[in-house]
């Protein structure tokens, strides 16, 4: 009988966990964070992907900012608080 302890992370935190790593090389907005999720392996919708990162930025896990003329863009960072 195998028995393995540890954390077994769900589909989202993975891709957190992914998205933190693309967003160390600074801020993004969700297509280009789409875009390096999907080189790196990762099918996430645009939809499913915003809820994440409004979850994350709720948590204080990652920050978010509008740009533009119209404000309609969000670009999301690394809280640099909680880098862990």
């Known amino acids: 009988m195998l028995i393995c302890e540890g954390i077994v992370l769900s589909k989202d935190e993975k891709v957190l966990?992914?998205?933190k790593e693309i967003l160390?090389?600074?801020e993004?907005?969700?297509k280009e964070i789409a875009a390096?999720?999907?080189?790196?392996?990762f099918s996430?919708?645009?939809?499913r992907l915003?809820?994440?990162l409004n979850d994350s930025v709720k948590k204080g896990i990652l920050t978010a900012r509008r740009v533009g003329?119209?404000?309609r863009k969000v670009l999301y960072g690394?809280?640099?608080k909680t880098v862990s």
């Open 36 to 41: 390096a999720l999907k080189k790196k392996g």
């Open 50 to 52: 915003r809820d994440i």
């Open 24 to 26: 160390k090389k600074g």
């Open 17 to 19: 966990a992914k998205v």
């Open 69 to 71: 003329k119209t404000k």
């Open 78 to 80: 690394l809280n640099l």
């Open 28 to 30: 993004a907005g969700v």
């Open 44 to 47: 996430v919708g645009g939809g």
